[in-house]
């Protein structure tokens, strides 16, 4: 218990230096071997490579104009319950959890730094969070109509594959693309990357994904514009949207939740994908390719434990495992 409240009265320091950008009151809360960690990263051990890589956090943001602020809350992570950390605001959107680890006398031993999009929405902040959503588009007619108009040409864009239209829409260094099982992208080149190679993915596997207008009741807001992805005739995926006073796309949040994705109503006819004339070595190949997708899957679990974005791809692809039994005896 003592070190409980040693743990919540150091992260409660540690953000308010960070949000001063005193490094050197940081450098003061940190033991000198402690442990810096990033998902998909890395770690770095010692204070002295952990304050390098905040001072070089600091001058990226400032050579990027942007802004960070850190925001108490807890967290449950495993059989922890109410465990404290950090929100981390870039821009005023949550893009991260920190959490910190801290020896008997209340000196920082570790720096957990998690990306994963679920876990960052289940924190709950413990002191007031600044709120950059456009709260006025469900009453306002004129920013409603603006939201829907912005949500077509996103779709229109994105069915068209055109990047050059889609990049009108999106801001250099302060849209963020989240997606509920994956961390937070951040910029307009950024994310026009990661749709290129969602086209690439999808061409590859000779798949056919759409995105229709849709509505949804969400968070108490009834027929809340969105866009609905439907891969291979069947919808996976609803995307919101939030504008910024002058319609560019401040955030893409993409849920995959199929609960979430039931509710959605779409608002034209979903396309059926076009007849393929498949092969048996086709399926086979891709059975293969599923095959080292779920093994890897289970590895990371494994080793992470059952994480609810694991387990959600782990799913996803027995479903197309099932499909592709289903084609080989239809094929053969």
């Given at each position: ?26 450098a ?53 319950k ?71 040409s996103?779709?229109?864009?994105f ?11 999106l ?5 963020v ?18 749709i ?19 509505i ?12 609905l ?24 949040d ?63 692809v ?15």
């Open positions: 218990m003592l070190n409980r409240v040693k743990t919540a009265d150091a992260t409660k320091e540690y953000a308010q230096a960070m949000n001063a950008g005193d490094v050197a009151t940081v003061s809360l940190l033991d000198n071997d402690v442990i810096f960690s990033r998902q998909e990263q890395n770690s770095i051990v010692g204070k002295e490579n952990v304050l390098r890589r905040i001072r070089n956090l600091f001058w990226r943001l400032d050579e990027q104009n942007q802004s960070l602020q850190l925001i108490n809350a807890i967290v449950d992570l495993g059989q922890s109410a465990r404290p950390c950090l929100i981390c605001l870039r821009n005023g959107l949550p893009v991260a959890l920190c959490v910190l680890s801290c020896k008997a006398n209340g000196m920082i031993t570790a720096v957990a730094v998690l990306l994963t999009g679920d876990i960052v929405a289940s924190a709950r902040a413990t002191e007031p969070m600044p709120s950059v959503e456009d709260t006025q588009d469900e009453v306002d007619p004129q920013r409603r109509k603006l939201w829907i108009d912005v949500t077509k996103y779709i229109g864009s069915n068209q594959r055109d990047l050059a239209g889609l990049s009108y829409l801001d250099e260094r302060e849209t693309f989240h997606r509920s099982d994956q961390q937070a992208i951040i910029g307009k080149n950024n994310i026009l990357d990661r290129r190679d969602l086209y690439r993915r999808i061409d590859k596997h000779g798949q056919h994904l759409a995105v229709v207008n849709a949804i009741d969400l968070d108490d807001q009834k027929a809340r514009p969105c866009t992805g439907v891969l291979d005739g069947v919808p996976v995926s609803v995307g919101i949207l939030r504008l910024r006073n002058d319609g560019v796309i401040r955030k893409i993409m849920i995959m939740d199929q609960e979430v994705v039931a509710k959605a109503r779409a608002t034209e006819e979903i396309p059926k994908p076009p007849e393929k004339s498949l092969e048996l070595q086709q399926v086979l190949e891709r059975e293969e390719w599923l095959y080292n997708r779920l093994k890897k899957i289970k590895m990371a679990m494994k080793k992470q434990g059952n994480l609810p974005h694991l387990i959600t791809k782990k799913m996803r027995e479903m197309q495992l099932e499909k592709i039994e289903y084609l080989k005896k239809k094929l053969s």
